[in-house]
């Protein structure tokens, strides 16, 4: 059995870290979508300020099992509060990474239950994944994901850039 | 001729009932009052909300001047920082055609941009062409069509299961 424990995000630099590894590996496997970078110190910012944006749990392993660049957080769950008018109190569950030479020993489904588990005034608890990446859409649907898109057709829809600012130039005075 | 306002005070019950009178075919209707306004009007609100209201003289036939809102949160990308997703985005069916919607929409963009947000987030149901039509001409882009992310996600007994270690 893996040795490994949650903790929240309580140093910074280290949790930080882990985000940029996760942010260069999948930068490898995913098209570059955008040119946006999330750069540390927005992180540290706005996970550490009195409204954060943002909390996050981390997985540490032993010293004796770290990486061999010498880590020993070696996964992250970041999430935040939503809400909706129909059921009340949501979490989103933005990312939920696991270095790669650690997968398959339940840090993952550790990460996800500790999430479910913190949060438990919430009703649901949401998320994205990618159509192609069948691994993770296994890995929710096992847990007892439901698939909106497929089952009721939602689709993520998002302004950004250029579009947003246009969208934000036309706002009346309140 | 209409105004916005930020959401303050009471929960503005008239657009939401009317709402709810549309959708309760297809839905439950959810316990919702009771804790809309503990959660949107506490130290650290939950969401936030824009109004629309038209003057007396354009009021209703049941005497509504709330016609319309959108309520938001703000988000976060580990890649893109900060973002605010808008929930919900409802105008008054007699209300529409009036650039009321697209008012509140821009209204949501402006106060995420002033709260350093990048992006603008929500869903649409791929069987509201006019909205997702109305949103495109916008100059959004649809995530899930051109990217092809999924929404998850997990609820009662499978989120309670979840929580179990």
Known sequence: ?174 | CFKLSQWAGRAPAAPRHRLQQVMAVFEALPAWQRNLEQDGFSKNPFFHGIVAEVSDQHRTKDGHTKIGYALYFYSYSSWAGRAIYMEDLYVMPEFRGKGIGKALMSKVAQLGLAAGCNQLDFTVLDWNKSSLDFYLSQGCFDITATVGYHCMRCKGEALEHLAQP
Not at chain 1, 37 to 59: H, I, K, M, T, Y
Not at chain 1, 83 to 96: A, F, I, N, V
Not at chain 1, 125 to 147: E, H, I
């Open chain 1, 1 to 174: 059995m893996f040795t490994f424990f949650c903790t929240s995000f309580c140093c910074p630099g280290i949790s930080c870290c882990a985000i940029f590894r996760k942010n260069d590996d999948i930068h490898l496997h995913m098209c570059p979508f955008g040119n946006f970078s999330c750069v540390r110190l927005e992180l540290q910012r706005d996970g550490f300020c009195q409204n954060p944006f943002f909390e996050c749990l981390v997985a540490e392993i032993p010293e004796e099992l770290k990486s061999k660049e010498g880590f020993t957080v070696v996964g992250y769950a970041l999430y935040f509060y939503t809400y909706s008018t129909w059921k009340g109190r949501s979490l989103y569950l933005e990312d939920l990474y696991v270095m790669p030479e650690f997968r398959g020993n339940g840090i993952g489904k550790g990460l996800l239950c500790k999430v479910a588990e913190v949060f438990k005034q919430c009703v649901r608890l949401q998320l994205s994944v990618l159509n192609w990446n069948t691994p993770s859409r296994d890995f929710y649907a096992a847990k007892g994901g439901q698939d909106l898109t497929v089952s009721e057709g939602w689709h993520f829809v998002r302004f950004d850039g250029q579009n947003l600012d246009n969208l934000a130039n036309d706002a009346p005075k309140i």
